[in-house]
């Protein structure tokens, strides 16, 4: 049996077809990883079945009904978590899961409650069940990412709904809070409960009981994940060859580089880095040296200062105590100097907007102080070899996130500089767009290019040269991947994560 | 009603947790009074004049001590044209009066003299008070000096009563005008933004996935605004009152019943924004542009809407504040006049309406695409 049944479904945009002609069916009882490169329509299609969408044509049924013509029905029937979580970052813990049982009308007992009891032990429940009690009364907008994500899975499962849908819960959260997510998921759903569930991580949705793969609107797999390939790895490279597949080429970018000469023994150091607010400490006593051509990881859960540590390294925050030097040069006695060395990408999409990508760049070459007679060549060359030709003139607002993340990498990198920080540049973006910077970026750092990153996807992690783990404001880990999994005794990455973290918890 | 319940409790805590609602509500009322109050100045005002005097006639030399001697002027004596053109130009004096050599000869003969008056018409007002008062003066002094036969017999002699505000103080009627003005902008600014950040953070894509209904979204956000607006003009009423004096001599029930109208339609201008813009930033501009200037300056506080162009003048009915200003004005200083309240009661209702029922329709319940 179906819980959704889509025939013909069309939807476009401004003359961009988003949903093109698809016909699915989602299995009743059954939890349904939807996977798509960006652009893929996989948002679009989740609007679609809840109503919040008019298709341009086709049919869909939801649970018996039409959701364009019965929303008001069908919506009491599910439960949906929107990509930024639909929380009210103004009210607390309690406030919101308040606010969203009345707006689903939960009155009577709900089988979540136990014994049938009154209203106030649903809430007891999801906060125990979150291991939110403790911060009930926190502002939702003051948690960090992977309880914000909690909680808004919290209002989403309220009043049992009988289907579930979850666009991208994963998004920037942390591989533990990432655990802790899916283990609520299927511990809350009965097993009628049907699920559809969105994703860019592949060993996630290789997890699942379905795995339907979207490509331009267009359904290219309906099946189940163990069918494609047997273990999460080569799922994603299935997937990745069901997409169109990724040919790895030699980096232009990287080959575009001309590597700069300087006598350092670090390119980038940080000293006994601190940061205090309050009595709190954000970073404490954080010193590294990371030397030239390296790819120096900075992992860690939500929270745990890794921005914190970020931002004091290129001079964004002030210490409270020590200092960091880019290439020998203080980052608090001469900033200037010091960043003109760097090229940073921040963990939003942080361009204008409103310009084009050529103006984007045109901009940022002013910025980084690249002179007016070089600036239009540096532009040309690096529109050549990013491949932004076909696009130099659309709005970079208007770009499909892969893209609008290679323009700020481009951006980053318009002053060739020898050293780059990424914070989380990846967030967000889909495999095969991954797979392409991190060409990039290894093949840069073969040119010598010194690279600080940091990173939730673990896979990303093995990309590393070496790899601070941190939590709490502490490194409690240094070392190459393969050392880390070795002390923790851990195959994967993911598992050596979160071993670590939970050892030095303890 | 449970759902609109918790809509509206949900709204007052963000109000409470919003300090930049709070500083709308209850900071802008406060900072515009003061500036009406303190910075704002209709009245009449002493000018500086500079006077030379190139008739050496004795009697003439009486002519420029009654400038002297004026509570409107403060005059100041020039010998050389030079110093005075500069005066001028350096607007150290707003105008001048230069009385001519053969001033006192040819009065003495029975001809008109003349007399030049110098204005600045780079300040238009300030200039019409230095040309009536200059005449006035000097017109007073023909009356009274040897020269008196040349004067015009005085046939009727106007009898001034100011009814009203019978001190003619400005601040009568700017204040209780500028309330007007503060509303519009609580009104508008206040709703503007709150739809459009429910769209922005993505709170709204959430709720329309619960069973809310468009009238709880509308109901939900005009409630909340239309007891903080109601706050903030009893806060209004009582600085102007209480605080600065302003006498108020119609009746609260009345002004507050009006003003919960006015303040009705504001709210449907700012929703109407909001729910169409669905952006913070483009909401906040517009309800500047469409409500702040036009309370300002089309509403008739400053200037008269029966001197404006025609088609300014039909624009403005269109205006709430236009009708709210009108009121206010008169239940301040002349009290309750049914027949004014009645009139601007119905056109705010009817006005009113229309917004509400333009907030309904322009809210989404689903997301555009």
Same mark, same amino acid.
């Given at each position: 049996?179906?819980?959704?049944?889509?025939?013909?479904?069309?939807?476009?945009?401004?003359?961009?077809?988003?949903?093109?002609? #698809?016909?699915?069916?989602?299995?009743?009882?059954?939890?349904?990883?939807?996977?798509?490169?960006?652009?893929?329509?996989?948002? =679009?299609?989740?609007?679609?079945?809840?109503?919040? #969408?008019?298709?341009?044509?086709?049919?869909?049924?939801?649970?018996?009904?039409?959701?364009?013509?019965?929303?008001?029905?069908?919506?009491?029937?599910?439960?949906?978590?929107?990509?930024?979580?639909?929380?009210?970052?103004?009210? =607390?813990?309690?406030?919101?899961?308040?606010?969203?049982? $009345?707006?689903?009308?939960?009155?009577?007992?709900?089988?979540?409650?136990?014994?049938?009891?009154?209203?106030?032990?649903?809430? $007891?429940?999801?906060?125990?069940?979150?291991?939110?009690?403790?911060?009930?009364?926190?502002?939702?907008?003051?948690?960090?990412?992977?309880?914000?994500?909690?909680?808004?899975?919290?209002?989403?499962?309220?009043?049992?709904?009988?289907?579930? !849908?979850?666009?991208?819960?994963?998004?920037?959260?942390?591989?533990?809070?990432?655990?802790?997510?899916?283990?609520?998921?299927?511990?809350?759903?009965?097993?009628?409960?049907?699920?559809?569930?969105?994703?860019?991580?592949?060993?996630?949705?290789?997890?699942?009981?379905?795995?339907?793969? !979207?490509?331009?609107?267009?359904?290219?797999?309906?099946?189940?994940?163990?069918?494609?390939?047997?273990?999460?790895?080569?799922?994603?490279?299935?997937?990745?060859?069901?997409?169109?597949?990724?040919?790895?080429?030699?980096?232009?970018?990287?080959?575009?580089?001309?590597?700069?000469?300087?006598?350092?023994?670090?390119?980038?150091?940080?000293?006994?880095?601190?940061?205090?607010?309050?009595?709190?400490?954000?970073?404490?006593?954080?010193?590294?040296?990371?030397?030239?051509?390296?790819?120096?990881?900075?992992?860690?859960?939500?929270?745990?200062?890794?921005?914190?540590?970020?931002?004091?390294?290129?001079?964004?925050? %002030?210490?409270?105590?020590?200092?960091?030097?880019?290439?020998?040069?203080?980052?608090? %006695?001469?900033?200037?100097?010091?960043?003109?060395?760097?090229?940073?990408?921040?963990?939003?999409?942080?361009?204008?907007?409103?310009?084009?990508?050529?103006?984007?760049?045109?901009?940022?070459?002013?910025?980084?102080?690249?002179?007016?007679?070089?600036?239009?060549?540096?532009?040309?060359?690096?529109?050549?070899?990013?491949?932004?030709?076909?696009?130099?003139?659309?709005?970079?607002?208007?770009?499909?996130?892969?893209?609008?993340?290679?323009?700020?990498?481009?951006?980053?990198?318009?002053?060739?500089?020898?050293?780059?920080?990424?914070?989380?540049?990846?967030?967000?973006?889909?495999?095969?767009?991954?797979?392409?910077?991190?060409?990039?970026?290894?093949?840069?750092?073969?040119?010598?290019?010194?690279?600080?990153?940091?990173?939730?996807?673990?896979?990303?992690?093995?990309?590393?040269?070496?790899?601070?783990?941190?939590?709490?404001?502490?490194?409690?880990?240094?070392?190459?991947?393969?050392?880390?999994?070795?002390?923790?005794?851990?195959?994967?990455?993911?598992?050596?994560?979160?071993?670590?973290?939970?050892?030095?918890?303890? | 009603?449970?759902?609109?319940?918790?809509?509206?409790?949900?709204?007052?805590?963000?109000?409470?947790?919003?300090?930049?609602?709070?500083?709308?509500?209850?900071?802008?009322?406060?900072?515009?009074?003061?500036?009406?109050?303190?910075?704002?100045?209709?009245?009449?005002?002493?000018?500086?004049?500079?006077?030379?005097?190139?008739?050496?006639?004795?009697?003439?030399?009486?002519?420029?001590?009654?400038?002297?001697?004026?509570?409107?002027?403060?005059?100041?004596?020039?010998?050389?044209?030079?110093?005075?053109?500069?005066?001028?130009?350096?607007?150290?004096?707003?105008?001048?009066?230069?009385?001519?050599?053969?001033?006192?000869?040819?009065?003495?003969?029975?001809?008109?003299?003349?007399?030049?008056?110098?204005?600045?018409?780079?300040?238009?007002?300030?200039?019409?008070?230095?040309?009536?008062?200059?005449?006035?003066?000097?017109?007073?002094?023909?009356?009274?000096?040897?020269?008196?036969?040349?004067?015009?017999?005085?046939?009727?002699?106007?009898?001034?009563?100011?009814?009203?505000?019978?001190?003619?103080?400005?601040?009568?009627?700017?204040?209780?005008?500028?309330?007007?003005?503060?509303?519009?902008?609580?009104?508008?600014?206040?709703?503007?933004?709150?739809?459009?950040?429910?769209?922005?953070?993505?709170?709204?894509?959430?709720?329309?996935?619960?069973?809310?209904?468009?009238?709880?979204?509308?109901?939900?956000?005009?409630?909340?605004?239309?007891?903080?607006?109601?706050?903030?003009?009893?806060?209004?009423?009582?600085?102007?009152?209480?605080?600065?004096?302003?006498?108020?001599?119609?009746?609260?029930?009345?002004?507050?019943?009006?003003?919960?109208?006015?303040?009705?339609?504001?709210?449907?201008?700012?929703?109407?924004?909001?729910?169409?813009?669905?952006?913070?930033?483009?909401?906040?501009?517009?309800?500047?542009?469409?409500?702040?200037?036009?309370?300002?300056?089309?509403?008739?506080?400053?200037?008269?809407?029966?001197?404006?162009?025609?088609?300014?003048?039909?624009?403005?009915?269109?205006?709430?504040?236009?009708?709210?200003?009108?009121?206010?004005?008169?239940?301040?200083?002349?009290?309750?006049?049914?027949?004014?309240?009645?009139?601007?009661?119905?056109?705010?209702?009817?006005?009113?309406?229309?917004?509400?029922?333009?907030?309904?329709?322009?809210?989404?319940?689903?997301?555009?695409?």
């Amino acid at each position: 049996m179906n819980t959704v049944t889509i025939t013909n479904l069309t939807k476009t945009f401004n003359n961009l077809t988003a949903i093109d002609n #698809l016909s699915l069916g989602i299995e009743k009882g059954k939890i349904t990883g939807l996977i798509g490169a960006d652009g893929a329509g996989k948002t =679009t299609l989740i609007r679609l079945i809840i109503g919040l #969408l008019l298709p341009d044509s086709g049919n869909v049924e939801v649970l018996g009904l039409n959701p364009f013509t019965q929303k008001p029905e069908l919506v009491s029937k599910i439960g949906y978590m929107p990509q930024k979580f639909g929380l009210y970052e103004d009210l =607390t813990v309690i406030e919101n899961l308040k606010l969203y049982a $009345d707006l689903k009308g939960i009155n009577a007992p709900s089988p979540l409650a136990g014994e049938g009891r009154g209203e106030g032990s649903i809430f $007891d429940k999801m906060l125990e069940f979150t291991s939110l009690a403790p911060f009930q009364d926190r502002l939702a907008g003051a948690l960090s990412g992977g309880m914000k994500q909690k909680l808004g899975l919290a209002c989403t499962l309220l009043g049992t709904p009988e289907f579930l !849908l979850l666009d991208e819960p994963s998004v920037g959260v942390d591989p533990i809070s990432r655990r802790d997510l899916m283990k609520m998921v299927r511990e809350m759903i009965t097993p009628e409960t049907t699920v559809l569930w969105s994703t860019a991580y592949l060993d996630e949705a290789h997890s699942f009981d379905t795995a339907v793969v !979207l490509d331009r609107g267009k359904v290219i797999y309906n099946g189940k994940p163990h069918d494609l390939a047997s273990t999460p790895q080569e799922f994603e490279e299935k997937v990745i060859e069901l997409m169109g597949g990724y040919k790895k080429e030699p980096s232009k970018i990287a080959q575009n580089y001309t590597p700069i000469d300087y006598n350092s023994e670090c390119s980038v150091e940080a000293d006994n880095l601190e940061k205090k607010y309050g009595n709190f400490y954000a970073v404490k006593n954080n010193s590294f040296c990371i030397k030239r051509g390296e790819i120096f990881g900075l992992l860690g859960p939500n929270g745990a200062g890794k921005s914190t540590s970020f931002k004091m390294m290129c001079g964004l925050t %002030k210490p409270t105590s020590g200092t960091a030097r880019i290439m020998g040069i203080d980052i608090l %006695k001469n900033p200037a100097k010091a960043r003109s060395n760097l090229g940073y990408m921040a963990q939003k999409f942080s361009l204008y907007g409103q310009l084009t990508v050529r103006q984007n760049l045109q901009f940022f070459a002013a910025a980084y102080g690249i002179n007016l007679l070089d600036r239009k060549k540096r532009v040309d060359e690096i529109i050549e070899v990013f491949d932004f030709k076909n696009v130099q003139n659309q709005k970079s607002e208007d770009l499909p996130l892969g893209f609008k993340q290679r323009l700020s990498l481009a951006c980053a990198l318009i002053h060739n500089p020898p050293i780059l920080f990424l914070d989380e540049p990846t967030s967000g973006v889909d495999v095969i767009a991954r797979r392409e910077f991190w060409n990039h970026i290894t093949s840069l750092a073969k040119k010598g290019v010194t690279i600080l990153v940091t990173t939730h996807f673990m896979d990303e992690a093995e990309f590393c040269d070496r790899i601070s783990l941190f939590y709490k404001g502490e490194a409690i880990a240094v070392g190459t991947p393969d050392e880390l999994k070795q002390k923790a005794h851990a195959s994967t990455m993911e598992d050596a994560f979160i071993t670590l973290i939970k050892e030095s918890g303890k | 009603m449970k759902i609109l319940t918790a809509l509206i409790k949900k709204e007052f805590l963000q109000i409470i947790r919003d300090p930049s609602s709070i500083i709308i509500a209850f900071v802008l009322p406060l900072l515009s009074i003061l500036i009406y109050m303190y910075g704002v100045n209709l009245d009449s005002v002493k000018v500086t004049l500079g006077i030379k005097n190139d008739d050496a006639n004795s009697e003439i030399s009486t002519l420029v001590k009654s400038f002297g001697h004026s509570k409107y002027v403060d005059s100041i004596v020039f010998d050389n044209e030079q110093e005075l053109t500069e005066a001028i130009t350096r607007s150290k004096i707003k105008g001048a009066v230069i009385i001519p050599n053969d001033f006192s000869t040819k009065l003495s003969r029975g001809q008109s003299g003349d007399l030049l008056i110098i204005t600045d018409g780079s300040e238009v007002n300030t200039a019409n008070y230095v040309q009536s008062y200059s005449t006035s003066i000097a017109n007073s002094w023909l009356n009274t000096s040897k020269f008196r036969r040349l004067a015009n017999p005085v046939v009727i002699n106007p009898e001034l009563r100011i009814w009203y505000n019978q001190d003619l103080n400005s601040h009568y009627f700017i204040l209780p005008g500028s309330i007007s003005v503060t509303m519009t902008l609580i009104g508008i600014l206040l709703t503007a933004l709150v739809v459009a950040r429910e769209w922005e953070r993505g709170t709204m894509e959430a709720i329309l996935s619960t069973q809310v209904r468009k009238i709880d979204i509308v109901l939900g956000k005009y409630i909340p605004y239309f007891a903080l607006g109601m706050i903030s003009m009893m806060f209004n009423v009582f600085l102007c009152v209480t605080v600065f004096k302003i006498p108020f001599r119609g009746n609260y029930l009345v002004l507050f019943a009006v003003s919960a109208l006015f303040l009705f339609t504001l709210l449907g201008v700012g929703l109407t924004i909001s729910s169409k813009l669905k952006n913070q930033f483009l909401a906040s501009q517009v309800s500047l542009g469409i409500g702040f200037l036009p309370a300002l300056l089309l509403s008739g506080l400053m200037f008269p809407i029966n001197s404006m162009p025609t088609f300014f003048q039909y624009l403005t009915m269109i205006l709430p504040p236009r009708y709210f200003i009108t009121f206010i004005e008169s239940e301040f200083m002349a009290g309750t006049v049914w027949k004014l309240v009645f009139v601007n009661a119905v056109f705010l209702t009817v006005l009113g309406m229309i917004l509400f029922i333009a907030v309904y329709k322009n809210t989404d319940m689903r997301l555009k695409g």
